[in-house]
């Protein structure tokens, strides 16, 4: 379906590092390790901790290969699945910020758009043609910002507030409603 | 929080990891659910959802393409995960290339179950290391089947590697020889795959080279006091050091 992806059977290769094949994991490596690497270099904007996460994230690859559960999800997306969450780990636990205790029920109240109505896309978010798009489409651009600035960029809830100028319960608000819109949309 | 739209009994397990996935979460929260995620599949379900869900946005990443050396350093690691495998399996092969029964033997699988059982050793309580070891092999395929430890020389402990198949008619029965002796003696019947402890009061203190080996004999045990039926596992005590 997709024309763009060549055909990569990453359930295979992960049965064959699984297997001890060493080649197996080199040829998921050749396949994705550009990807994850631009992946984890966003989240972590150091490029020696990226290549220390890529490295980390392709031992885990290839010691949790025969544990992979393809009933969970694509054998692609544990890789950066794994990739990801090594990279937020690595980021917040360098972040040293204090974490403000929001009253949620006063954050809800908070969630109005009013004055955010003029905000435009900041990135450039059009690139993956298929249903999440179509429901990021159904978000105002300021809490569509808000969710790629986290997933993207790994920003911290405070660093999403600092850079688009928003109080911080109000930034919460939207992401919470934003990812219940998208569940809802995506299913 | 009374009137959020599409509220759910299921909504808050939904929202942490929606956010965890996000990375929105602190550090502490990070870890109380990765903490969480092994026991609870409502929440790892919920978790693997909104990682397909938001996979698409990987995408808005530029790729960069990784230097030559990231590879190279990675399969460094490979190696080293398996060095310290390999370690013990030399040290294993040194004495066994030392006696002839052993000769040749040094397949993988045959190492690889040595490691298990070095393992399991090592980790038995904590008890001092064995004096002597014994790996107990199939004639045949040279398969280790079993492993002998010795802490002291009063007791030894017989360890199965694999459950072996006995026919219902038919029972394993245990035996040792020492090199001066005058045939081997019974150490009991054993059940396929399970430990048994054996007291060697009655015998001679273990020595180097001592005969172990298990034989099938009818259910009740070799009649005649020694071993009638064909060896299924064999294998000679070694002092470790």
């Given amino acids: 379906m997709s024309l763009h992806e060549p055909l990569f059977d990453y359930e295979a290769a992960l049965d064959a590092c699984a297997r001890g094949e060493r080649r197996a994991l080199e040829r998921l490596y050749e396949q994705e390790s550009a990807r994850l690497l631009g992946v984890a270099q966003r989240l972590v904007r150091d490029s020696a901790l990226a290549q220390d996460i890529v490295h980390d994230a392709f031992i885990k690859i290839w010691t949790g290969a025969a544990s992979f559960d393809k009933s969970r999800g694509s054998a692609r997306g544990w890789m950066f699945t794994i990739t990801r969450h090594l990279a937020l780990n690595a980021i917040r636990n360098n972040a040293r910020e204090v974490q403000s205790e929001d009253d949620e029920d006063h954050a809800e109240a908070q969630a109005t758009l009013e004055g955010w109505n003029e905000t435009v896309d900041s990135f450039d978010w059009r690139v993956n043609p298929g249903r999440i798009e179509f429901c990021l489409d159904q978000l105002e651009p300021v809490r569509r910002n808000c969710v790629f600035h986290a997933y993207v960029d790994g920003y911290s809830h405070q660093e999403i507030a600092q850079k688009i100028g928003a109080p911080l319960g109000t930034v919460k608000a939207w992401i919470k409603r934003s990812l219940n819109a998208l569940r809802e949309c995506i299913g | ?241």
Avoid at chain 2, 46 to 57: G, I, K, S
Avoid at chain 2, 149 to 158: M, V
Avoid at chain 2, 228 to 233: A, N, Y
């Fill in chain 2, 1 to 241: 929080m009374s009137n959020t739209s599409g509220t759910e009994p299921q909504t808050p397990l939904n929202e942490l990891a929606g956010e965890y996935v996000l990375g929105t979460l602190s550090v502490q929260q990070r870890i109380e659910v990765e903490r969480r995620l092994p026991h609870e599949p409502a929440l790892q379900a919920a978790v693997d959802a909104w990682e397909e869900r938001l996979l698409p946005l990987t995408a808005m990443a530029e790729p960069q393409t990784p230097p030559p050396r990231l590879w190279a350093r990675i399969e460094r690691s490979l190696d080293d995960l398996l060095a310290p495998q390999q370690a013990v399996i030399r040290d294993v092969q040194s004495w066994w290339n030392n006696l002839s029964i052993w000769r040749g033997l040094a397949g993988a699988g045959l190492a690889a179950s040595l490691v298990l059982g070095m393992t399991l050793l090592t980790q038995s309580r904590s008890t001092p290391a064995p004096s002597y070891l014994v790996v107990l092999v199939a004639p045949q395929d040279k398969a280790p089947g079993w492993v002998v430890q010795a802490s002291n020389s009063q007791e030894i402990q017989l360890i199965p590697l694999s459950v072996t198949e006995v026919p219902a008619d038919k029972a394993l029965e245990f035996w040792t020889k020492g090199d001066d002796w005058h045939g081997p003696v019974s150490l009991g019947l054993v059940k396929p795959g399970q430990s048994l402890h054996v007291p060697l009061d009655k015998l001679p203190p273990l020595q180097p080279n001592q005969l172990f080996e298990l034989t099938l004999e009818q259910a009740t045990g070799s009649p005649i006091g020694k071993p009638t039926g064909p060896i299924q596992f064999i294998g000679r005590a070694v002092k470790v050091i």
